[in-house]
């Protein structure tokens, strides 16, 4: 028990720059007695004592204001961090080393009893603030959830999911998609990444395309002018005319997401 407890307050201090001493975690830190009181409520709805894990969890709601179900599963090393309105669903499942910020909710999208309805975080994983994952699927090792994100489908491991609904920022050669410094912390707070919104990407594409349509019906004019003018000469093509489709859609759908 001492154990775990030295981990709760260890992963509280490499994580958080505010924080200045175990003791200070220890009597200020509501992520942390969120933590505990759970696992309290967690072992009382696993023994049958549904009624009691239930009080302790709604005594824990209003001392900390992160609420979580005692049916829920969380892990080792997570850490909620200032995390006031958090609330957690009874089957959600929170691995190892997670990182959960304010307003996060880790909801589902069904109504039927007996079922895998909320979301499975694999290792860490950083979900930021006002972020929304709803429903019974998986998040992958090592992902991130942007702030005030939506996520309404699987993300994987070491990806970041951003916008409304998630659009998914792929990683990069098995790392995580916002690591852009070889030297830079394993851990990135409230999930940043430096990567475009995909949405952005797509819409880059589009502006690009265009702009190349206008230049390739601009060379097509001067083709005709040439051929009214009655010039039939082999050059009347222009040399950096287009006589072959370039448009990526497929490419600008998957960034898209659709």
């Avoid at 307050?9 to 200070?24: G, H, K, V, Y």
């Avoid at 699987?154 to 916002?178: F, L, M, N, W």
């Amino acid at each position: 028990m001492f154990s775990r407890l030295r981990s709760d307050i260890q992963c509280i201090l490499e994580r958080d720059p505010a924080a200045r001493s175990s003791f200070e975690v220890l009597t200020c830190y509501p992520g942390l007695h969120a933590l505990w009181l759970h696992r309290r409520a967690h072992w009382c709805w696993t023994h049958g004592l549904k009624w009691l894990g239930r009080f302790i969890s709604h005594f824990a709601r209003g001392f900390t204001g992160i609420e979580i179900h005692p049916g829920a599963k969380i892990g080792e090393r997570v850490f909620f961090d200032h995390a006031m309105g958090v609330v957690v669903g009874e089957t959600a499942e929170i691995g190892d080393g997670c990182t959960i910020y304010q307003g996060v909710t880790l909801g589902g999208t069904s109504l039927y009893k007996g079922v895998k309805r909320h979301p499975t975080l694999g290792k860490d994983v950083v979900v930021s603030a006002g972020a929304k994952v709803l429903g019974g699927f998986e998040i992958g090792d090592g992902a991130k959830i942007g702030s005030n994100a939506v996520v309404i489908k699987p993300v994987p491991a070491g990806a970041t999911a951003v916008g409304i609904p998630a659009r998914i920022i792929p990683s990069k050669e098995g790392q995580s998609a916002d690591v852009t410094e070889p030297q830079a912390p394993k851990f990135t707070a409230y999930g940043i990444t430096q990567e475009d919104d995909p949405l952005s990407q797509a819409m880059r594409g589009l502006v690009e395309s265009a702009g190349s349509q206008e230049h390739q019906i601009a060379l097509l004019w001067q083709a005709i002018e040439k051929l009214s003018a009655g010039q039939h000469t082999q050059g009347c093509v222009p040399g950096d005319a287009a006589l072959k489709e370039q448009f990526e859609a497929g490419k600008l759908n998957d960034l898209i997401g659709k």
